[in-house]
Each structure stands twice: as structure tokens, then as C-alpha cells.
Nanobody, 123 residues
């Protein structure tokens, strides 16, 4: 069972970036996939998640309208399209897979985590 993020990098303010979360060893369609991020000196926070079985999506207020989460069942991959990036979006972004019941961003309810991918927004 493995979850691997990719697509991070350096981007200028206002630019776009797309992150990918690929799973192996299990099928994402039975899970909720969440994107979390951790900036230097801050706690890890929820960004967005998608329930793969019904397509329900949820976003943190700080990214709503700029970030969009989607899934590709055939490729067993989830994407996070990030637009209008700001320096405050700079963080390590993590993909996590689980079946949260108490809260969409309750990190204890996500079973499988990737290693993270660095996103840096700077001119």
C-alpha cells in the first residue's frame, strides 16, 4: 500500500500548479482522499478532500475558489489544481487516504499518507 505525491515545485505568485496523488496496492474509489499542507513553523492543516465514491468535495476557506480537487478512477489518481497561488500557500503538501467520520480534515482518521511534495510560491 503506497501513496505518492508529485507535481510540487517553485511557482510565481498568481501562477498555477497541479499536484497528483497516485495510489498503489488499493483502490481509491472506496476512500476519501485528502490534501493537507504544513508550512514552516505551523501545524499541518487540511486543504481539500474528495469522497471518491460519490464525488463530494470539501475545501478550506483559505483555498476555496482557487484550488480544485478531482479524481481519475481509471488512473487511481487524485489531483489538486491550484490557481492564483499566494506566498502563504508555500508548504509541504501531503496526500492522505482514509474514511473520515468525525470530520473531513480529522487527520487521525486518514490511514495512509504520502511523503509530501514541496510547493514554494515566490517571485
Amino acid at each position: 500500500v503506497q501513496v505518492v505525491e508529485s507535481g510540487g515545485g517553485l511557482v510565481q505568485p498568481g501562477g498555477p500548479l497541479r499536484l497528483s496523488c497516485a495510489a498503489s496496492g488499493f483502490t481509491l474509489v472506496y476512500y476519501t482522499i485528502g490534501w493537507f499542507r504544513q508550512a514552516p513553523g505551523k501545524e499541518r492543516e487540511g486543504v481539500s478532500c474528495i469522497n471518491s465514491s460519490d464525488g463530494f468535495t470539501y475545501y478550506a476557506g483559505s483555498v476555496k475558489g482557487r484550488f480544485f480537487i478531482s479524481n481519475d478512477h481509471a488512473g487511481n489518481t487524485v489531483y489538486l489544481q491550484m490557481n492564483s497561488l499566494k506566498p502563504d500557500d508555500t508548504a509541504v503538501y501531503y496526500c492522505a487516504v482514509g474514511r473520515p467520520l468525525r470530520g473531513w480534515f480529522d487527520q487521525d482518521e486518514y490511514e495512509h499518507w504520502g511523503q509530501g511534495t514541496q510547493v514554494t510560491v515566490s517571485s
